[in-house]
């Protein structure tokens, strides 16, 4: 596709409920990152994938929220027993990995709108 | 653990007028990003910077780099309303692919 597409665009669920959100990079891309922006806040880096492994998971808040990217593509990511504060902006992006990592710049798409009840 | 700052946190002003948006980060890093999110809508990438003393610019926006003082700053010249919208910068740390963002400038330009 012509760029990264999330879904659902909105979600409201109520607390408890498990919810999946999708991430489709831009094709071709092997490096695939997860954010989550708070109203009014920077983004808060999540995990990050480097083709189907995820070397870096430190962002993840709780044992609650878990990953997972399959055939270098599609990634989901889900969050169980949903809390308030999980409330927020779910954001994907992608980048192609490029050496030197100068030219590797991410490409975001708009992202999956979280509201928990 | 690397941290990122930046300010203002809001700016209004002026269509015309020149202004600095200031992002300072806590340890070293080799790689800063500028980027633009419109209301509503994604973020885009506007510039990377890598080396101390680059530059970049693109149309009224440029930004530059000092790695010494580990700061960033994209200025703005003659604002025009367009402009209007939250810009972030990130940095990474040397050989790994976690960004950290600052908690972005609100930007509004006033006719």
Redesign the interface.
Known sequence: GAGVSQSPSNKVTEKGKDVELRCDPISGHT?L?W?RQSLG?????LI?F?GNSA??K??LPSDRFSAERTGGSVSTLTIQRTQQEDSAVY?C?SSPDRRP??K????????TRLSVL | ELKVEQNPLFLSMQEGKNYTIYCNYSTTSDRLYWYRQDPGKSLESLFVLLSNGAVKQEGRLMASLDTKARLSTLHITAAVHDLSATYFCAVTTSGTYKYIFGTGTRLKVLA
């Open positions: 490096a990152y954010y806040q920077g983004l808060e880096f990050y480097q070397p870096d430190s962002g954001l992006a990592l100068a590797n710049i991410q490409y975001f798409g708009a992202g």
